[in-house]
């Protein structure tokens, strides 16, 4: 079974910038994607960015051209870059991650609140 461990959290002025790590930890598996959601207070999760083992990306639009998504495949770590950010990315952040061991299987970490100070 695969575990998730994320970083990188905190409170942070608006305009200023975070990087949020997601490393993936077990045995006997591969990644295909792996993913940032959030949840906002009274909101419902969405999604961020994502990036398979290819090397797509995709991005929220509100996102776009401001948080960047990559990937350490030796260390099986994710990374989200934020940059530029508002108070209206105030939200929890959840790693996503599908991992291939006997079956395909998508695991989500424990969660990272963002906090931005307008």
């Known amino acids: 079974q695969v575990q998730l461990a994320e970083s990188g959290g905190g409170l942070v002025q608006a305009g200023g910038s975070l990087r949020l790590s997601c490393a993936a930890s077990?045995?006997?598996?591969?990644?295909?994607?792996m993913a940032w959601y959030r949840q906002a207070l009274g909101k419902q999760r969405e999604l961020v960015a994502a990036l398979t083992s290819s090397g797509n990306s995709n991005y929220a639009d509100s996102v776009k051209g401001r948080f960047t998504i990559s990937r350490d495949n030796a260390k099986n770590t994710v990374y989200l870059q934020m940059n530029s950010l508002k108070p209206e990315d105030t939200a929890v952040y959840y790693c996503?991650?599908?991992?291939?061991?006997?079956?395909?299987?998508?695991?989500w970490g424990q969660g990272t609140q963002v906090t931005v100070s307008s």
């Open positions: 077990g045995s006997g598996f591969s990644i295909n994607v």
């Open positions: 996503n991650v599908l991992y291939t061991s006997t079956i395909p299987r998508w695991t």
